[in-house]
């Protein structure tokens, strides 16, 4: 597969952390083994395992927050940026959401004022939410607004990929249903490609084009979503399904 078809590639990562507190002195613990796998451009991968199994320090290694201590993480486009799955504790709760919106473009210091205006007020309209929202503090919005909200943040500096982390577990059925659908139309709309992490695999057969299996740090099985689902190769793979139905 040529470059120009890929956002991302991770050949044979490994990496964790040392305990320890503050001056990390304990004994490393070792959390992903030897995990590769590429993200195309304009899909839409799942991730998928169970709770503690690495795929949070997965994201935070693509996001260069973790350094792999084997192998390589490999950008063909400017950095990913991260949808998390508490907008309300990952927007500053003193400020309205126009500011919040502005930080971002006034931390690059290239946009004058009316320009940063103009952009939010774009953003804001391709995440379908009111302008009204911009003088609303986060705790005076719905949790599907700040999720909207949030999303508006991660796509600010115009990434072409984005780290969804359990972006709709917080919400109920109905406003999953939507979230779901935006980020389905921002794809299409702005070109975007998605790492989409979730322990929901009814949302993850809804949404993703493949799909990764992790267990214990590994991928143990990847593919195309319909083929991993109704024909899953490894024992994991099928006991997840099964908890699932």
Same mark, same amino acid.
């Given at each position: 597969?040529?470059?120009?078809?890929?956002?991302?590639?991770?050949?044979?990562?490994?990496? !964790?952390? =040392?305990?320890?507190?503050?001056?990390?002195? !304990?004994?490393?613990?070792?959390?992903?083994?030897?995990?590769?796998?590429?993200?195309?451009?304009?899909?839409?991968? !799942?991730?998928?395992? #169970?709770?503690?199994?690495?795929?949070?320090?997965?994201?935070?290694?693509?996001?260069?927050?973790?350094?792999?201590?084997?192998?390589?993480?490999?950008?063909?486009?400017?950095?990913?940026?991260?949808?998390?799955?508490?907008?309300?504790?990952?927007?500053?709760?003193?400020?309205?959401?126009?500011?919040?919106?502005? #930080?971002?473009?006034?931390?690059?210091?290239?946009?004058?004022?009316?320009? =940063?205006?103009?952009?939010?007020?774009?953003?804001?309209?391709?995440?379908?939410?009111?302008?009204?929202?911009?003088?609303?503090?986060?705790?005076?919005?719905?949790?599907?607004?700040?999720?909207?909200?949030?999303?508006?943040?991660?796509?600010?500096?115009?990434?072409?990929?984005?780290?969804?982390?359990?972006?709709?577990?917080?919400?109920?059925?109905?406003?999953?249903?939507?979230?779901?659908?935006?980020?389905?139309?921002?794809?299409?709309?702005?070109?975007?490609?998605?790492?989409?992490?979730?322990?929901?695999? !009814?949302?993850?057969?809804?949404?993703?084009?493949?799909?990764?299996?992790?267990?214990?740090?590994?991928?143990?099985?990847?593919?195309?979503?319909?083929?991993?689902?109704?024909?899953?190769?490894?024992?994991?793979?099928?006991?997840?399904?099964?908890?699932?139905?």
């Amino acid at each position: 597969m040529s470059e120009q078809e890929l956002v991302l590639s991770l050949r044979h990562v490994t990496s !964790g952390y =040392r305990e320890g507190g503050r001056f990390r002195r !304990g004994s490393y613990q070792e959390v992903l083994h030897d995990v590769s796998f590429d993200v195309r451009h304009g899909e839409i991968l !799942g991730l998928v395992g #169970e709770s503690g199994t690495g795929k949070s320090t997965l994201a935070r290694t693509i996001l260069g927050m973790v350094k792999p201590d084997a192998g390589e993480v490999i950008h063909y486009t400017k950095r990913p940026q991260m949808i998390f799955q508490d907008p309300y504790s990952s927007l500053n709760p003193a400020y309205p959401v126009e500011w919040i919106l502005e #930080e971002p473009l006034r931390i690059y210091g290239k946009y004058p004022r009316e320009e =940063r205006r103009r952009r939010v007020r774009e953003m804001l309209r391709l995440v379908e939410l009111p302008e009204e929202c911009l003088r609303a503090k986060p705790a005076e919005l719905s949790g599907g607004q700040r999720q909207r909200v949030s999303i508006a943040v991660a796509l600010l500096q115009r990434p072409r990929f984005l780290i969804a982390d359990e972006p709709v577990s917080a919400l109920d059925v109905t406003i999953q249903a939507q979230i779901l659908r935006l980020l389905k139309t921002l794809r299409g709309e702005l070109d975007l490609s998605y790492l989409f992490i979730s322990h929901d695999l !009814g949302v993850v057969y809804q949404l993703c084009d493949r799909v990764l299996v992790m267990k214990q740090g590994r991928i143990v099985e990847q593919g195309a979503v319909q083929e991993i689902f109704d024909h899953p190769k490894e024992a994991y793979t099928r006991q997840l399904l099964a908890a699932a139905e």
